[in-house]
């Protein structure tokens, strides 16, 4: 039972583009979503997180959207840079936190 | 960086032996995590706690156990490891301030032969 989802496990953005990666989630009890960046041999690190009770929360070149008619959330990366080629985890929070499967994001100079 | 280490780092071992992983932090938070993750399957909870002897299953506990005896120690422990145990094994802790999120520690990857 797959209550997160990140449909595309991979994605390829030229340097100073866009990047959007996505997530599902099946649960509208959720109140608290996060996304999560991961390089090679190191943990997982917060990035941005947002609250059920908004729909946009911006930190410098990330924005995170939440969609909760449509039970999805999204994550923008603009400009993107190479140092964000990383696989980025979504989560979401409800009596625990769950985890999307991760999209490898590779950013081209 | 939050104040986590998890030891080893890196451990190959045998299908039928014990194996204990260790997590240390020094930011005498609350809540601690085992986390497991694998290709296709994201970050999975094993285990967690919630306070000194306080601990909880996650979503694949089956085939490990925990211990925290105390604040700054949680040991996850594998008690006759099979080829499925291996994995990159994550530790995170959290605060207890509202919605806290989670610090990683940098993992330790596990073979089991």
């Known amino acids: 039972d797959q209550q997160v989802k990140q449909n595309s496990p991979s994605l390829s953005v030229q340097e100073g583009r866009i990047s959007i990666l996505n997530c599902d989630y099946t649960?509208?009890?959720?109140?608290?979503f996060l996304w999560y960046k991961k390089y090679p041999a190191e943990g997982p690190t917060f990035l941005i997180s947002?609250?059920?009770?908004?729909d946009k929360n911006e930190d410098g070149r990330f924005t995170v959207f939440l969609n909760k008619s449509a039970k999805h959330l999204s994550l923008h990366i603009v400009p993107s840079q190479p140092g964000d080629s990383a696989v980025y985890f979504c989560?979401?929070?409800?009596?625990?936190?769950?985890f999307g499967e991760g999209t490898q994001l590779t950013v081209n100079p | 960086d939050a104040g986590i280490t998890q030891s080893p780092r890196h451990k190959v071992t045998e299908t039928g032996t014990p194996v204990t992983l260790r997590c240390h932090q020094t930011?005498?938070?609350?809540?601690m995590y085992w986390y497991r993750q694998d290709p296709g399957h994201g970050l999975r909870l094993i285990h967690y706690?919630?306070?000194?002897?306080?601990?909880d299953k996650g979503e694949v506990s089956d085939g490990y156990s925990v211990s925290r005896s105390k604040t700054e120690d949680f040991l996850l422990t594998l008690e006759s490891a099979t080829s499925s145990q291996t994995s990159v094994y994550f530790c995170?802790?959290?605060?207890?301030?509202?919605?806290?999120?989670?610090?990683f520690g940098n993992g330790t990857r596990l073979t089991v032969t």
């Open positions: 995170a802790i959290r605060g207890t301030g509202g919605v806290s999120p989670l610090h």
């Open positions: 649960n509208s009890m959720f109140d608290y």
């Open positions: 947002i609250s059920s009770i908004k």
């Open positions: 989560a979401v929070s409800g009596s625990r936190l769950t």
């Open positions: 930011e005498n938070h609350r809540y």
């Open positions: 706690s919630y306070g000194v002897k306080d601990t």
